[in-house]
């Protein structure tokens, strides 16, 4: 994590203020951003940073020996520096900047993949969403790997045991979410990095949500490999970076190949540049990329903990009211949670709650969360999903309670 000298107190009115855009009103009344396990709004900071790389300092990066080519390259950087300390990397060069997690995926698929062959075992769970679902499916169709399949329990947790009877000498790589998008479960990290290697399978773990609400040490979780994504932590979409532990970097292929990646290049073979920039052909999204160094350190001046227990507080909230309705079905109740709220209710359709909670300027995710092996885990096609921020206040989950409310005697 990003150290402060000066860790503010979580005055939410003060924070608020600083995004704009929760000055708006939807349908006439205050917008309720409760979408942020989707993407979460974006600071002054953030968007001053972004613009101010536009307005003032542009130029492709690495390349060019002029000011604004090193002005660049310098910030550019500079935000992979950030994003290192932030996950409590040992060195910057485990930090490979991508498009974001997705694409971070993506590049363990085909570069680790390439490694596969036929029997070999990738084992997921049933929690995961699917940009760590189809990339290993293609991998395995690649290869003749098999994909297998761990289940969580009724509460929506992760079954370790049966997680434990999956690993076999075939095992090459167990692939989970670090949080889950829809339940909220936050996976024993630790658990699962120790039975895999115990096997002698490395670990990627999906932080796109945990990387926001928890404090994460990639050192510490043991991991291989850890993704994360900047639009959900505050920063903008288009950046996010993949982190690899030891020497992955050095022993894993290139995926994708341009300018950038390389050495020397001849007519029949080349040779590729030095990690991480062996995975980073192209130019890379560079105001993006700055503006995640701008989301670190803003978030950075809050103690990570009492903006843990603040969304913990708004999730307990609502919880306690969304569960008091009647024919609420809530789907995940682990004990110990993210600030996400799932609940289908018997009678209306997710889309519908939520078209109607837009009347009233609460702004929820309705549908499958892109995590259908789950919604049939569940017997479910589809959830309302409400997620809490930093941004967000007890007065705006009552608003929210309200138009559940209202929603729900208006279709039932």
């Given amino acids: 994590m990003t150290a402060h000298a000066n860790i503010q107190a979580l005055d939410i009115a003060a924070i608020r203020s600083e995004f704009p855009i929760l000055k708006r009103e939807i349908n006439g009344k205050p917008l309720v951003y409760l979408d942020n396990a989707a993407s979460a709004q974006k600071p002054d900071a953030v968007i001053d940073a972004v613009a101010n790389v536009y307005r003032h300092s542009y130029a492709n990066v690495h390349r060019g020996l002029h000011t604004l080519a090193n002005e660049a390259t310098e910030a550019f950087e500079g935000g992979r520096d950030k994003i290192a300390a932030f996950l409590g990397a040992e060195r910057s060069d485990q930090i490979v900047l991508t498009r974001g997690a997705t694409e971070a995926i993506n590049l363990?698929?085909?570069?680790?993949?390439?490694?596969?062959?036929?029997?070999?075992?990738?084992?997921?769970?049933?929690?995961?969403?699917?940009?760590?679902?189809?990339?290993?499916?293609?991998?395995?169709?690649?290869?003749?790997?098999?994909?297998?399949?761990?289940?969580?329990?009724?509460?929506?947790?992760?079954?370790?045991?049966?997680?434990?009877?999956?690993?076999?000498?075939?095992?090459?790589?167990?692939?989970?979410?670090?949080?889950?998008?829809?339940?909220?479960?936050?996976?024993?990290?630790?658990?699962?990095?120790?039975?895999?290697?115990?096997?002698?399978?490395?670990?990627?773990?999906?932080?796109?949500?945990?990387?926001?609400?928890?404090?994460?040490?990639?050192?510490?979780?043991g991991c291989d490999f850890f993704v994360f994504t900047g639009h959900k932590l505050y920063g903008p979409s288009g950046a996010g970076a993949l982190y690899a532990a030891d020497d992955?970097?050095?022993?894993?292929?290139?995926?994708?190949?341009?300018?950038?990646?390389?050495?020397?290049?001849?007519?029949?073979?080349?040779?590729?540049?030095?990690?991480?920039?062996?995975?980073?052909?192209?130019?890379?999204?560079?105001?993006?990329?700055?503006?995640?160094?701008?989301a670190i350190d803003w978030i950075s001046q809050y103690d990570r903990i009492a903006v843990m227990e603040h969304e913990r507080a708004l999730l307990d909230r609502a919880t306690r009211g969304v569960a008091d309705m009647d024919g609420v079905r809530l789907i995940g109740t682990a004990q110990d949670k993210g600030a996400i709220l799932s609940f289908a209710i018997e009678g209306a359709h997710a889309h519908d709650l939520a078209q109607l909670l837009d009347k009233y300027g609460v702004a929820v995710r309705a549908g499958h969360h892109c995590t259908q092996p789950l919604m049939r885990a569940f017997d479910v096609t589809s959830t309302v999903r409400a997620s809490f921020a930093i941004y967000n206040t007890p007065d705006e989950v009552d608003v929210f309670i309200e138009a559940l409310n209202k929603a729900k005697s208006f279709l039932i």
Wanted: charged fraction near 15%; hydrophobic fraction near 45%.
């Fill in 108 to 221: 363990v698929a085909n570069s680790f993949g390439q490694s596969l062959k036929a029997g070999d075992e990738i084992i997921l769970s049933q929690m995961e969403h699917h940009s760590n679902i189809i990339p290993w499916q293609l991998a395995a169709q690649r290869s003749g790997a098999v994909v297998k399949w761990c289940p969580v329990t009724p509460t929506g947790e992760l079954d370790y045991d049966a997680l434990m009877g999956l690993m076999s000498e075939k095992t090459r790589l167990v692939t989970i979410v670090h949080m889950s998008n829809v339940l909220g479960t936050t996976n024993d990290a630790a658990r699962i990095v120790k039975m895999a290697h115990d096997n002698g399978a490395a670990v990627l773990l999906d932080g796109s949500q945990s990387a926001v609400h928890l404090p994460v040490n990639v050192s510490d979780l």
């Fill in 248 to 294: 992955w970097l050095d022993r894993l292929p290139p995926w994708q190949g341009g300018g950038e990646m390389i050495a020397d290049v001849f007519e029949d073979t080349s040779t590729w540049a030095d990690v991480p920039h062996k995975f980073e052909a192209g130019t890379p999204a560079i105001a993006d990329v700055i503006g995640l160094g701008a």
